[in-house]
């Protein structure tokens, strides 16, 4: 069992910024394929960001390309998601979840890949 704890979740104005984070309890995070999602109201949970555990490999949605970043601190056994420029259509929860399995590209995105879900981080976005 991995329990995920997401961090850095808050009100920001469009154009800023925020930094969330991810830290499991009790495991290496270095050989889990990291991804992060989000559930905005009213909406079904969509897919942001992953993360290959090796060489790094990342994908991400259309939506966020060139504003959000994922990275990994192995030392600090945490996962990071800069979000910048960030715009009020990124008002969502924003879920860490992992899988120790290896994944394809294609299956990157696909939430039933991922085995441990953390309970989520609000995100505002508003002026």
């Known amino acids: 069992q991995v329990q995920l704890e997401e961090s850095g979740g808050g009100w920001v104005h469009p154009g800023g910024s925020l930094r969330l984070s991810c830290k499991p309890s009790g495991r290496t995070l270095s050989t889990y394929t990291v991804g992060w999602f989000r559930q905005a109201p009213g909406k079904e949970r969509e897919f942001v960001v992953a993360?290959?555990?090796?060489?790094?490999?990342?994908k991400y949605a259309e939506s966020v390309q060139g504003r959000f970043t994922i990275s990994r601190d192995n030392a600090k056994n945490t996962v990071f998601l800069q979000m910048n420029n960030m715009q009020p259509e990124d008002t969502a929860v924003y879920y860490c979840?992992?899988?120790?399995?290896?994944?394809?590209?294609?299956?990157?995105?696909?939430?039933?890949?991922?085995?441990?879900w953390g309970r989520g981080a609000q995100v505002t976005v508003s002026s």
């Open positions: 979840a992992v899988t120790s399995r290896g994944l394809i590209y294609s299956e990157y995105d696909r939430q039933g890949a991922y085995d441990y």
């Open positions: 993360m290959r555990s090796r060489f790094g490999e990342t």
